[in-house]
DNA sequence: AACCGGGCCAACCGCATTCTA
DNA sequence: GTAGAATGCGGTTGGCCCGGT
């Protein structure tokens, strides 16, 4: 494949930080022509800059639909939550949040959440306990078993993630057929909520992502209340009960459900209550991760047939089985 | 006051992927 | 089918800022 001339490497291109009359002309071209081709943007727009450095000023900086500032607890669940399924790739995280562009979020998670997981003794690789951690069992107490529940749980999700992959592939493949063997669809309302709500514009992924999202919005389970408070700080207790509740007004579904099951509910029993019967938690965290998982296989169920119409592949015919997870994952439901 | 080290973040770099002729 | 061009993406860097000594 061949690699495009060196845009960087044409002489007199400016480099380095952007004036604040270089963001004008940026915005004024914009705004009147729409980027169009990147690399003669700078040209037309009296620039010397490179097209891939006006776009990143753009992505990044630029653009008006960009939220700026402190991260929101929400967020930070969700970055941590998609970080587990997806690793490194921010700009599929980045489509889950908006607003928030892949650098800010890649930026926050190097500085921030990473050293907060490790803090927790998670890996924030792997999203599994640490050996040290986990080995530790004295001393800390309770405290192991919370985060190695919750470093489990993200572990899990990963053989989900794998197996998801695969069918997301297959699905992109089938997709494209489709696109070429038959006309568009005309204008309207779109093939369902699983489509219409979570589509991004810069998403390369639609539907399997869009599951995925649910999915990890449910994941709330991943870190428990303990094992967050833990990381976060006492003072931000408060924030997640509170950050729940909104989002339970705000969203009085599906989200807000798994979020006051997590945090509400959590504060109510006592946030941090180390007192409580283990074995009882447990026992509750099983349920609730089983009912987790099937949710989560009810709602891949309930999309792809939603889509099914238009998918012909043997592939997906079984929706539930396109999205299964590995055998050793299948066998603990 | 000067120095130092770490945190933070905008921007760069180069590879990967997608598009197009 | 292939090569070149365009764009996307993630890792990394450079420089500013701030708190500690």
């Known amino acids: 494949m061949g690699r ?3 845009c960087e490497k044409e002489a007199g291109l400016k480099k380095g930080p952007w004036t604040s009359e270089e963001d004008q002309k940026l915005l004024a071209f914009i ?26 000023r753009w992505t990044n900086y630029l653009r008006p639909d960009i939220k700026r500032g402190k991260f ?34 890649k930026n926050y998670w190097n500085t921030h959440l990473k050293k907060r997981l490790a803090k ?3 890996d924030p690789v792997t999203h599994k306990a640490r050996a040290d951690v986990v080995g530790g069992s004295s001393g800390a107490g309770n405290n192991s078993g919370a985060r190695y529940r919750a470093a489990a749980h993200l572990s899990h999700t990963a053989q989900w993630e794998s197996a998801r992959l695969e069918a997301e592939a297959r ?5 494209r057929l489709r696109a070429l063997s038959s006309p568009p669809p005309p204008p309207g309302p779109g093939p ?41 700080g006492a003072e931000q207790q408060q924030r997640f009960a509170d950050t729940a509740a909104a989002a339970a007004d705000a969203a009085p579904g599906f ?3 798994v979020l006051l ?6 504060a109510e029993k006592g946030f941090a209550a180390s007192s409580t019967d283990a074995s009882v938690c447990e026992q509750q965290q099983e349920e609730e991760d089983k009912g987790y998982w099937s949710s989560i296989l009810n709602m891949v169920n309930s999309s792809m047939s939603s889509s099914s119409s238009s998918l012909t592949s043997d592939a997906v015919t079984d929706p539930a089985a396109a999205y299964l997870p590995p055998a050793t994952a299948a066998a603990e439901f």
């Open 4 to 6: 495009s001339p060196c």
């Open 31 to 56: 705004e009147q022509h729409g980027h169009g081709c990147w690399r003669s943007l700078p040209a037309k727009a009296g620039l010397r800059r490179c097209g891939k450095s006006c776009r990143l």
């Open 72 to 105: 929101t607890l929400q967020e930070e669940q969700t970055i941590i939550q998609l970080h587990a399924l997806l690793g490194n790739r921010w700009s599929s995280i980045a489509t889950h949040l908006p607003k928030r562009t892949d650098n800010e979020i």
């Open 120 to 122: 927790m003794g998670i």
């Open 171 to 175: 699905l992109a493949r089938e997709a």
């Open 192 to 232: 369902g909520p699983a489509f219409s709500g979570l589509e991004s514009p810069t998403s390369t992924l639609s539907f399997s992502e869009s599951v995925l999202f649910a999915s990890a919005a449910h994941d709330t389970h991943a870190l428990t209340p303990r094992a967050y408070a833990e990381a976060f």
């Open 255 to 257: 989200l807000a459900g």
């Open 261 to 266: 099951g997590c945090s509400v509910a959590g």
